[in-house]
């Protein structure tokens, strides 16, 4: 039986600007692929005022707002152990990364942040340990890894 990694893409409107949108649909077409490589299965999910399964590629569209009392809620309604990996621009403030933290630890799940765009919020912006990694588009293959293996920012 394959592990499952939940892929969430922030589906917002900050994701129509600066070609965004068009990085994560790349993401999103070459993830089963990759993931297979590692032996896992992904399962897709559009991250806007609610969380919902990305079924259909087109339906990866920027519109609304990403709400963190829905990431917060889907992490926590995940059965404990889940593996998450976050596609975003930036959280509102800190208060919501510790949310996200708090949630993660009380779970004893993962989840890597992917941080997409010139304007991102980077490394520097969130205390790494909150995150199993921070990475960028270009590192899906090694962040998927580290979600496999468990790994939170020790050596592959």
């Known amino acids: ?65 990403a709400e963190i009392d829905a990431l917060t809620n889907f992490i926590e309604d995940n059965p404990d152990g889940s593996k998450f990996l976050l596609i975003t621009d930036s959280f509102k403030s800190l208060s919501e990364v510790a949310k996200i933290k708090k949630i993660i630890e009380e779970k004893n799940s993962d989840l890597i942040l992917m941080t997409v765009g010139a304007d991102a919020a980077r490394e520097e912006n969130y205390n790494v340990s909150t995150f199993g990694g921070i990475f960028s588009p270009a590192d899906f293959p090694t962040a998927l890894q580290m979600l496999m293996s468990g790994n939170r920012g020790e050596e592959i």
């Open 1 to 65: 039986m394959s592990e499952e990694i939940n892929i969430i893409f922030d589906a917002s409107g900050s994701f129509g600007e600066n070609g965004k949108s068009s990085i994560e649909k790349m993401l999103a077409v070459s993830a089963r692929r990759i993931a297979a490589n590692f032996g896992a299965e992904v399962i897709f999910f559009i991250w806007r005022e609610e969380i919902e399964q990305l079924r259909k590629l087109p339906d990866l569209k920027p519109e609304g707002r």
